[in-house]
Structure formats: structure tokens, C-alpha cells
């Protein structure tokens, strides 16, 4: 993916960082796990206005596993596992979706890959 950083004016950032504010007021919303919240006024070329990060990091490894659970299924997706190639076995179990054009990406740090997720993808 390339990023537009440059090509975006202070009108065209402040709209990406007011979308991305909108969709994390709708998460905010949800009666979901707690997560420690970014916005990014990513201006890419796959026409993503925006991202919203969230990052879940409290409790043990058995409640992140089942609050990123609660938010795949809020979502409609599979989680999926990035292992980290410094910290074996520790990786990140995450989800993603795109709510009215702006990416979200939930995640939490786990010490090994959880039962529910099979290895993929390329270690971080």
C-alpha cells in the first residue's frame, strides 16, 4: 500500500481524521470489550478514509482471547494470527473490517497462537 501523506492538504486530513472520529463513536457505542483507541488520517490509495485502531491489553491471554471473540463476532469476520518472528511463540490475534470507508483493526498481543487459529500469514 502506498500512503498519500503528502498529497493530502489540511482540509483533506482534517475530513479523514472527522470520519474516523465518527466510526469510533459508533464502536464506542457497542456494548464490546474495552480497547485503548487510535485514529490515523491514512490517505491511501485503496480509498480508505481513515483508520481506527483499537488495542486490547488488559487481563491475561484467556480474557483478551475472549474479548477479541466478542468483537469478530460483532464484525462478522475471523480473527486471524500474526506470529511475531522475534518473540516466538508470542504473536497478534487481530480483526479487521472497514465500516463506511474507514479501516478498523482490532488487536491484542498473545503469548502463543490461540486453539481457535490456525498458523497464517506471514510473521510480523
Keep these: 500500500m502506498t500512503y498519500a501523506y503528502a498529497y493530502a492538504d489540511d482540509t483533506t486530513r482534517l475530513g479523514l481524521q472527522q470520519r ?3 466510526v469510533l463513536l459508533s464502536l464506542l457505542a457497542r456494548d464490546l470489550p474495552v480497547a485503548h483507541w487510535s485514529l490515523t488520517d491514512v490517505l491511501a490509495v485503496d480509498d480508505v478514509d481513515g483508520e481506527v485502531e483499537g488495542h ?3 487481563g491475561d491471554d484467556a480474557q483478551r482471547r475472549l474479548a477479541l471473540t466478542a468483537w469478530a463476532t460483532e464484525f462478522g469476520v475471523p480473527a486471524t494470527w500474526k506470529q511475531y518472528k522475534d518473540h516466538d511463540p508470542a504473536g497478534a490475534w487481530e480483526v479487521r473490517t472497514t465500516i463506511t470507508g474507514v479501516r478498523v483493526r482490532i488487536w491484542t498481543q498473545l503469548a502463543t497462537c490461540p486453539a481457535a487459529a490456525a498458523p497464517q500469514g506471514d510473521a510480523l
Excluded: E, P, W
Aim: aromatic share 0%; no cysteine.
Design 56 to 58: 486490547l491489553s488488559g
Design 20 to 22: 474516523s472520529a465518527v
